[in-house]
Nanobody, 130 residues
Framework: QVHVAESGGGLVQAGGSLRLSCIVS????????MGWFRQAPGKEREFVAT????????YYADSMQGRVTISRDNAKNTVWLQMNNLRPEDTAVYYC???????????????????????WGQGTQVTVAS
């Protein structure tokens, strides 16, 4: 049973930073493409960032480009999302997700769609005060 757990959310002032962590258990992290999504009240869950199994490739949502960095340490079964220069519109529940893959995966395969992910955490709240 694969389990995904996020941590690191909280309340931060606009312009501040947060580092979210995601620990995967019940599986080797190296087999999973990983992603971060977020969901604000009344809105759809949206893509934030993804990282390939070897960290060879990353991709970010336009809204977060230049302000976030996704990274991973497969030996620690951990993925991080470093968020800087946060804005009030970044307020949301942030979810970590793991993908088993869709077809053949290379070390650079990444996914941006929710339905490409198989395992989700419970989410961690990020609130950015203006």
């Amino acid at each position: 049973q694969v389990h995904v757990a996020e941590s690191g959310g909280g309340l931060v002032q606009a312009g501040g930073s947060l580092r979210l962590s995601c620990i995967v258990s019940g599986s080797y992290l190296t087999v999973h493409v990983m992603g971060w999504f977020r969901q604000a009240p009344g809105k759809e869950r949206e893509f934030v960032a993804t990282i390939s199994r070897t960290a060879q490739n990353t991709y970010y949502a336009d809204s977060m480009q230049g302000r976030v960095t996704i990274s991973r340490d497969n030996a620690k079964n951990t993925v991080w999302l470093q968020m800087n220069n946060l804005r009030p519109e970044d307020t949301a529940v942030y979810y970590c997700a793991a993908s088993q893959g869709r077809g053949v995966m290379s070390g650079s395969t990444i996914y941006m769609q929710r339905d490409e992910y198989d395992y989700w955490g419970q989410g961690t709240q990020v609130t950015v005060a203006s």
